[in-house]
């Protein structure tokens, strides 16, 4: 066994109670600490993509019980990367919450933080369906905390409307999984995948209750339709760099929706015909006109944001629900390419929003400092999120319409995507023109400005590097396509093929 | 009995429904309690219901029944996460009531949740 698989939920484990209890009056050490734990946490993540790129599958067993008794980790190329994903962009997060100092607006911001990295990546490498229950509640009690940081009224009545939602959602999880306990007898993945396969198709009905129960609860983490009106809220409200790190909770739903409804529920389980597919298309496709429609009817900086995401899970989930090896390998890349494009527009957002002093898109405010890079910057992240070149957006969307070729949904889900991206250009377009170009046009009007604006304090590069880091992970996305196609292969042919997957966990092979 | 264990659930989870759509706070928080012991029930019921058993296999003596144990550990996981996240909501309603000066959950505007309270 390879105790470095646990490293990454141990150290974040470890690390968020001390800066709790010991550095909680220091927010120097603490930021030193969370930055710290963070990098160490990126590298250890290079170091798990690097143990998982040759193929093999490995399983951690706490406690050392055997799999399906035990609750077991799993390292594979899925979990390995999105671990990798996780720790950059909680890298990138943590340097701009200590940068702008949005940890100094409340209590315990990087002890949260790193509790909530903690939930992500055992969600991420979790290899038991009720121990990714746990993770999840774990995630969001972190984001419970993070979203209502530094308080304020329509924050706090965001958060506890996001608050409710997910403890209905994590009822909702429970019922979902007691059913399923209950027609297979197992909660483990891997034993989950032999079981469900066993199931003959007369006896489908609780199967096929369990499977879209649990479709329903990860969709409401990926803010699917109609489960998605909780996200425009939460993003618009949350703290900048929290918003930014939520990029990847989202993602957290995409991948148990991947994980779950192809290895177990996969399209070739004769007990549900493909049933999953059936309804996730329907989905994706009302989400992404959500998504577009709120994007052009935003009036706030941060909402428009918010629907961009909507938008971008609809793409990823119209590919997946595809469920072909190719849809999936799209999938996976836009996946990676939205993350830490709504990263970077959210902490592009917030340097706005501190130097305007107001989001609001339809109020005319005098040209703010730095104007021209964070135009620049606006700019790149808004290409991205679009999905037009050079971008890794739209190499993206591009597999995306790529993988959609099947004559019965290509109709739809191109206009969908097209459609979509076509609303985001013109929402983008006119949100930037009224942020930074309409400012320059009446900056000549001196009596127009009621007075002079509150002078952000002069940015240093460490302000704008995170934001800037966010899209050079874009860059490198496109540089590097041909190479993350090829992992990305790879991954997904292992999640058609989950027997290496369920060898690992039973131990039908041998093990250690 | 499985029709005493399933009623239960059944008016436990309809009820923490009922609750859940008034949309103000305080209800809304006893709804998630109910669910919350519905689906307590529920998990327990999961591992099919044997009464009278210790849960247990035991090979060599004569309580060859036995009532499998998972279900009450997941159960005993469930009440204690479902515990810590009331309190935390409670507490964070309570932030928002004090800060909004009402107690609705839905994101409506000030004045509209003001024609609210007058038709109320």
Redesign the interface.
């Known amino acids: 066994m390879n105790h470095w698989i646990i490293a990454p939920v141990v150290l974040p484990a470890m690390l968020a109670p001390i800066i709790a209890f010991v550095m909680r009056h220091d927010i120097v050490l603490s930021r030193v600490f969370s930055i710290a734990g963070t990098l160490l946490l990126t590298c250890i993540a290079m170091g798990l993509v690097s143990i998982a790129a040759d193929g093999t599958v490995h399983v951690y067993k706490l406690g050392d019980w055997p799999a399906p008794f035990g609750i077991v980790l799993v390292l594979d190329r899925l979990s390995a990367m999105l671990v990798l994903v996780t720790a950059v962009l909680g890298l990138i997060v943590a340097i701009h919450a200590a940068a702008t100092g949005w940890d100094t607006r409340g209590r315990h911001f990087h002890a949260l933080f790193q509790f909530q990295l903690m939930g992500i990546c055992g969600a991420f490498l979790t290899g038991d369906a ?1 121990n990714l229950f ?1 993770f999840f ?1 774990i995630l969001l ?1 972190a984001s ?1 905390g993070l979203m ?1 940081h530094s ?3 329509e924050r ?6 996001y ?2 939602m997910n ?2 959602g ?2 909702l999880f ?2 979902a ?3 399923l ?2 027609s297979t007898g197992t909660l483990n993945i891997a034993d989950l995948a032999v079981k469900v396969r066993e199931i003959p198709v007369e006896d489908a009905a609780m199967i096929r209750v369990a499977a879209m129960l649990l479709m329903i609860v990860f969709a409401i983490k990926a803010a699917l339709f109609p489960v998605q009106f909780w996200l425009p ?1 939460t993003y618009a409200n949350a703290p900048g760099p929290v918003a930014a790190l939520f990029a990847i909770m989202t993602k957290v739903g995409a991948y148990a929706i991947l994980r779950i409804h192809t290895m177990v529920f996969g399209p070739d389980v004769p007990a549900l015909s493909g049933m999953p597919g059936d309804w996730l298309y329907p989905a994706a496709v009302v989400t992404i006109a959500i998504g577009a429609f709120g994007v052009l009817g935003s009036t706030k900086l941060l909402q428009l944001i918010a629907f961009s995401v909507v938008g971008s899970m609809g793409t990823l989930m119209i590919a997946i629900s595809a469920f072909t090896p190719e849809a999936l390998l799209a999938a996976l890349y836009y996946l990676l390419h939205s993350t830490f494009a709504a990263a970077a527009l959210f902490l592009m957002a917030d340097l706005v929003v501190i130097r305007r002093g107001s989001e609001d898109l339809r109020m005319l405010h005098p040209a703010i400092s730095q104007n021209g890079l964070l135009t620049a910057l606006f700019f790149a992240g808004a290409i991205g999120m679009a999905g037009m070149p050079p971008l890794s957006g739209f190499l993206g969307k591009l597999l995306v319409l790529d993988a959609l070729r099947d004559p019965q949904v290509i109709a739809v889900a191109w206009t969908a995507v097209l459609g979509g991206s076509l609303l985001t250009i013109v929402g983008f377009a006119r949100a930037g023109s009224s942020l930074f170009w309409r400012p320059a046009a009446i900056a000549a009007m001196p009596a127009e400005a009621p007075e002079p604006q509150v002078v952000a304090p002069p940015a240093t590069s460490a302000v704008f590097a995170p934001a800037i880091a966010a899209l050079a992970m874009l860059v490198l996305l496109t540089i590097f396509a041909g190479r993350v196609s090829g992992y990305l292969e790879s991954t997904v042919a292992e999640l058609f093929d989950p027997t290496a997957y369920i060898e690992a966990v039973l131990g039908t092979g041998e093990e250690e | 009995m499985e029709i005493v264990v399933a009623s239960t659930i059944g008016i436990l989870t309809a009820g923490g429904v009922y609750l859940l759509l008034r949309l103000r706070a305080f209800p809304v928080i006893l709804g998630l309690s109910l669910l919350s012991y519905a689906v307590n029930v529920f998990l327990f019921a999961t591992g099919r219901i044997t009464i009278d058993a210790p849960p247990i296999l035991q090979d060599h003596g004569e309580h060859l029944t036995y009532t499998d144990p998972l279900p009450q550990a997941l159960v005993l996981t469930a009440i204690v996460i479902s515990f810590g996240m009331t309190a935390v909501l409670v507490l964070i309603s309570l932030g928002s009531f004090l800060e909004s000066a009402h107690d609705r959950i839905d994101m409506i505007g000030e004045d509209e949740a003001e024609t609210l309270e007058v038709d109320e």
Do not use: M, P
């Open positions: 009720f746990v509640e009690i419970y209502i308080g304020g009224k706090l009545r965001a958060g506890l409307q608050v409710v403890l209905a994590s009822t429970l019922f999984l007691g059913t306990y209950a809220a």
